[in-house]
């Protein structure tokens, strides 16, 4: 079972649409969630973190977290063909020890 | 603040030869990590150092190594490159200090074996 999953996808929305992404994780001690996205030949990017149970909202983009169920969401409200990228979930379960999942392919179609 | 440089970036090498690459975090970062991005394994954890020593390591083989000298700057090495080498190796700063210290990623070297 690897550390981190995610769907490949890939996830099509029209644009103005939610997109949601999701991610789950096998470790239990896991403490801190990170978001990343990754455009085509480009690296990774942060978009959002977030540590505790609830939700985290920045501009268009909200986190989710639910420890109990080992999961990890992100919404990206209004969406628009500029954040048509893969999206990667990370999970530092251990100090400084960062998983990341396989990434899902978010299109957003015009 | 300047984020994290990595160089070269793009680089060409043949089989059985060797290869450095450079990385300098954030300023005030003191751990670096090291990633290979390869379209069908995604990424792949290489190493971690913190204030010069190797704090995590990955699965790789002995010919991937690496240091991070006294201002946390790093270098990677490859030795006896074979062509499954070729990928984009990313280098990632982080305070190394506290779980919410999130990686913050260089723009990456890539690698072509041939």
């Known amino acids: 079972q690897k550390e981190v999953e995610q769907n490949s996808g890939p996830l099509s929305v029209p644009e103005g649409a939610i997109a949601s992404l999701n991610c789950t994780y096998s470790?239990?001690?896991?403490?801190?969630f990170f978001w990343y996205r990754q455009y085509s030949g480009k690296s990774p990017e942060l978009i959002m973190s977030?540590?505790?149970?609830g939700d985290k909202e920045d501009g268009r983009f909200t986190a989710q977290l639910n420890k109990a169920s080992q999961y990890v969401s992100l919404l990206i409200r209004d969406s628009q063909p500029s954040d048509s990228a893969t999206y990667l979930c990370?999970?530092?379960?251990?100090?400084?020890?960062?998983?990341f999942g396989s990434g899902t392919k978010l299109n957003v179609k015009p | 603040k300047a984020g994290v440089t990595q160089t070269p970036r793009y680089l060409i090498k043949t089989r059985g030869q060797q290869v450095t690459l450079s990385c300098s975090p954030i300023?005030?970062?003191?751990?670096v990590s090291w990633y290979q991005q390869t379209p069908g394994q995604g990424l792949q954890f290489l190493f971690e150092?913190?204030?010069?020593?190797?704090?995590n390591k990955g699965n790789f083989p002995g010919r991937f190594s690496g240091r991070q000298f006294s201002n946390s700057r790093s270098e990677m090495n490859v030795s006896t490159l074979e062509l499954g080498d070729s990928a984009l190796y990313l280098c990632?700063?982080?305070?190394?200090?506290?779980?919410?210290?999130?990686?913050?990623f260089g723009n990456g070297t890539r690698l072509t074996v041939t």
């Open positions: 990632a700063s982080s305070s190394g200090q506290g779980v919410i210290s999130p990686l913050h």
């Open positions: 470790d239990r001690g896991s403490q801190s």
């Open positions: 977030i540590y505790s149970n």
């Open positions: 990370a999970v530092n379960s251990n100090f400084n020890k960062f998983y």
């Open positions: 300023s005030g970062h003191r751990s």
């Open positions: 150092y913190f204030s010069e020593t190797q704090r």
